[in-house]
């Protein structure tokens, strides 16, 4: 493997300290699957203490101490690249909760035995640098190969975030996790409780941002009962669909589904890491509200499965589930609009909808939410995954009308009615809101109508110079 910066290569090699020096965790697990890296580079040092390593590494650039008590050596070199230096630990599970452990530095720990805490088998992965080999200890090259998700030991079940770890490592590289995984993670179902919701949210946000097959770590979830910590996805199980429309399952099946297609979208794949992330929760999300809605209906002549309202109810749930995860403020504002509109391509599509639709998802987009209804209908095999015709009608409607990135900017602004005479306060505010919403409804186009609008209007009771410069103004060409 030529993996490693040219830097770091020097570093390792003209560094007399650094002999028992190797690289491991993901940049090694992601050399060996052939797939990019990126700045990211762990080296674990043997046989050094923290003050030895941290003076090792001064003469390479700017040092960071503030892992000290994690023994970690952030270094930052001239050429901008960030290296984590680790002293090996053997850490001890004291009592609940992730703070519950004593850490333990020994730097006359063995490669294999610093290895085993490790949590799966891909992530076990050294390579010594000097040698130019792999130090393989307990199979993860071929559980790699094999794409299978095997914990490393018994250290495993010291942390239960671990298996949250497993739901987006099976995600993010495709695994199907080895029986004694699942059964280890069954076992410490109950350790949830002890999670910080932030350790949770950070799984849950990689799991969003990096699946390349999405639906592996739901059923990840599934498989180790872990899904029932999420009661919003556990009760998509079983919630039937009408065949006709959904053949492929219950509504669990077609969010794993759904979730898969986005992520073999090109808008998904290009777009930045958080619209990733918030598309991706806005497609785990879109129909929460089914279970609550579904029941058997009269429908063009005969019954069928419905679910009227599911998507209120969804952007409803879809809260409750980020809330539960802390999430930003900035991705709830974004992801349940999504949720609550994701059947807007079923709507006729007129351009005071496609307008006052852009508005209703701000700040996210129309582009954003036609990512979504196409991964909802891709997500119904085996019907052919294509992108439905009112998706590409509301899209070029939207591209038509400069609203496909952000809703209308207003035409009539405050500055306009100060140049009329008029002085700012109170009805500012009221003329302003009323003259947004009748051009969102295709009152007007330009200024000039604006104003014809605005002196039309006989609930306004403007002066008369005022009024004498609305029909100037109006008639005027802007």
Known sequence: MDFLPPELETILRDTPDLQRAFLVGGCVRDALAGLPHGKDFDVEVFGLGYEQLSAALA??????????SFGVVKLSTPSGFNYDFTIPRADSKVAPGHKGFTIEFD????????????????????????????????????????RVLRHTGAAFAEDPLRVLRGMQFAARFDLRAAPETVALSRQIKHSYGELAVERVREEWFKWAQFAARPSAGLRFLVDTEWV???????????????PEWHPEGDVFIHTCHCCDALARLPGWREADAVSRLVYMLAVLAHDFGKPSTTHQAPKEGRLRIVSPGHEEAGAELAKTFLDRLRAPISIQERVIPLVRHHLFHLETI????VRRLAKRLEPETIQGLCLVMTADSQGRPPRPAVEPENVKALLQRAHELEVKQKPPQPILMGRHLIELGLTPGSQFGVILDQAYDAQLEGAFNNLPEALRWLAARADFQFPDDVKRRLRNDSEAPR
């Open 350 to 353: 007129t351009d005071r909808a």
């Open 59 to 68: 003469r390479w650039g700017r040092t960071d101490l503030v892992g000290r």
């Open 228 to 242: 029932d910590h999420f009661p919003e996805i556990k009760a998509l199980i079983g919630t039937p669909q009408e």
């Open 107 to 146: 730097p006359d720990i063995t490669p294999r035995e610093a290895a085993a805490r490790r949590d799966f088998t891909i992530n076990a992965i050294m390579y010594d640098p000097r040698a130019r080999r792999v130090l393989d200890f307990f199979g993860g090259a071929a559980d790699l190969k094999n």
